[in-house]
Nanobody, 124 residues
Framework: VQLQASGGGLVQAGGSLRLSCAAS????????VGWFRQAPGKEREFVAI????????LYADSVKGRFTITRDNAKNTMFLQMDSLKPEDTATYYC??????????????????WGQGTLVTVSS
């Protein structure tokens, strides 16, 4: 499994960005996929995932209503649309794939494959 994230950049508070994650063929049919982020000096945290079996989408409370995770299966690409960005959203964002159950889907330890990360900086 190979994942490559892109789309990060510098944006003002209130603005929008769309992150992309290009995945190797078959990833979406075999793994739960999603996004995590890590701010400087902080632990990696869950942002959003789409589970394999049920298609259930989960969001962190901090991004619910502002971020949207989608997937284009034909292009093997996953997206994270980020609207109403806040300075506290500043972090390196990683896409990830793994085999999880519902109770472990928010835990980064259960994801085996990671993209290289893309930096999002939100200025106030």
């Amino acid at each position: 499994v190979q994942l490559q994230a892109s789309g990060g950049g510098l944006v003002q508070a209130g603005g929008s960005l769309r992150l992309s994650c290009a995945a190797s063929a078959g990833t979406f049919s075999s793994y739960t996929v999603g996004w995590f982020r890590q701010a400087p000096g902080k632990e990696r945290e869950f942002v959003a995932i789409k589970r394999l079996q049920s298609g259930t989408i989960l969001y962190a409370d901090s991004v619910k209503g502002r971020f949207t995770i989608t997937r284009d299966n034909a292009k093997n690409t996953m997206f994270l649309q980020m609207d109403s960005l806040k300075p506290e959203d500043t972090a390196t964002y990683y896409c990830a794939a793994g085999r999880t159950i519902l109770s472990t889907s928010r835990n980064s330890r259960y994801y085996d494959y990671w993209g290289q990360g893309t930096l999002v900086t939100v200025s106030s």
